[in-house]
Structure formats: C-alpha cells, structure tokens
C-alpha cells in the first residue's frame, strides 16, 4: 500500500487521516498509550552478521566468520523477527519508549499527541504533538506542531522539528529562517544519543522564535499582491525542473523525453486561483498552491510522513516559504528569484 503503514495500524486524534486507517482515539494519550495505540509496542536488537567461509573448515563444516557490521531486527509482541536495515558497530539503537521520551516535555508545556505510527516494516516511526496555541494568516488558521522521525535501518538520524498545519487542507508548513535548511533537531545514531534528547526544551526555546518570525513573514505574505504572471515566475524559481517544462521528444541517442513539467505548472496555476482557501491574488497563495500540491495531489513514493517532511517534495516546499520571504522582507524582486537562490 502507498501509505506503507506498518500492519495497517496508527492512531489519531480528531480528524481521519488521509489513509483513512488507524484506531480514533476519543482524547489524547499518554507516551505511553501512544506506543501500544500507534503499533509501537516492540523492542529493536543490533545483532552481527557473519559470512560463510567455506576454505576454513573444522570437522567438514563451513566457519562463520563475522563481518564487523550488524543488521537490526525489530521483535513483534509474538515473538517474531523482521530485519531492518544494516548498520555499523558505532550505531545505537534507540528504542521507541526513549525516542518519544522527550514528549513528556511537551506534554508538561500543554502539548497533546496527536498521531503516531511506524511504516516500512517498522524501519521508521513518527509521532506529532500539537501545542496549545495557534496563529492566524487572514482567515486562514495555522495549528502549530511538533514532528519527530526516528528510523531503526540507520537510513537517518533522529529528527525532531516545529511545523504548520493550515488547517483548510492539513498542508504542512515547514519554512527556513535565515538558514538553508528548516528548524530541524539532528542526533545521530551513536554514543550519548538519549543525552542529546533532552536537550529538547531548548530546542523548543528557539522553535518558539522561528515561529513568531515565520509568522510575521506569513502576514507580510499574506498583504502582498501577487499576479498570474508573477506566480509563474515564483513557480519556476522554487521548482527547478518547471524551467524545463515544454520539452519532450525523442534525442540523439534515441532517448525518449516526457514532459512532466507542464502538467504540474498546469496543477500550481489552478492551485493559485482555485486551491482550497486560495483567491489567487497574494504571495500567500502562491505559497499554499505549492504545499498543497506536494501535500495532496502529487502521488508520494513511499510513506507521506516520509514524502511530505523530507526528500524533494519538503525542498521544494521549503524553497517555496525561502523565497517568499526574501521578496517580502529584502525586497527582491520576482524576477530575480532565481538569481540569489
């Protein structure tokens, strides 16, 4: 299945989720009920891999010789095994219960979970906390959240990162201030990783500032009017390959090209003017024809937690938020996006 939801199983607060699976919980749990609710309930092993070298014998028998890296199986509630991933002897495996273990934090500070489940087999695992306040952007309301993604294959390290939801279309709002990259909190998978987690309320501290600053930019995007032709403009500076639009054919080398670019300017265009709480008159709704795209109708590879926070799919959203704040806070002009990206 596309949602990749580990035996089809998470759980939710409030609305049905885009999957339309997992267990409604009528309030929000506690960690602990978040782990048995959201399938999370099971214990991760780093055991060590060994080949068989079949030149050194003893009594006709193949020796096991080890190969200096481990592979992590995660144990179900029956007993059962499931490899994960490979991974190196300095990997530390971070069990559900301590990865989550910061929530407490958020909870004493008014958060409530609101979601949480694993996909792929178990290799990654996510939980979101909502917290108390909100912030609106004209008639639009922005429900503030915590994300954290934690994989157990050694394919990334914990992430623990603020976010937006607009509410009109659950798009995620991730955004960058004064850096490439969004607010995100990174441990790798080593020595000292619970240590470095609770380091969380003053990862929380600073969150608390982006927002206020992602905000006031959200406004300033809001008040700024914006044309047909200028969204395009914008389109095509946050997403590089719309550049590209309107080639295909066959090349040289016989290499048939399929114009992919096209349908999607196609898709922001109508976004703009027609997108949910759209008018299509404001940077803000060029924004938003971009989170919802990447949000809603763009067709995911693999699990949306995954597709939707990180990967293309976030870069671009994240473009999409960077640039529109530098035409409304430094004052460059649309045309020129592309030249200070």
Partial sequence: MAHALLDDTMFYVGDTPWHTLGIKLPDPPTIEEALVHGNLDWQ???????????????????????TGYFVTVRKDNEGKYYPLGHVSERYEVLQNIDAFEPFKVLLDKGYTLETAGAVDLGKRVWILARRPSQHKVGDDVLVQYALLMNSHDGSTPVFLQPTDIRVVCQNTLNWAIGKNDPMRFTVKHTAGVKIRLQEVSDILKQADVNWSKAHEIMDMMHDFELNEQQAEAYFEATIDFLRHRGLSGTNELNVRHVDKATPVMEQLKHNFKFGRGNKGGTLWHAYNAVTEYYDHQNKPRGDWVKSTQFGAPARYKLNAFKYASRVVTKNVAIKDLKAVA
């Fill in 44 to 66: 991760v092993k780093k055991k060590p891999t060994f080949f068989e070298d079949e030149q050194r014998t003893f009594l006709k028998r193949s020796v096991s010789v080890p």
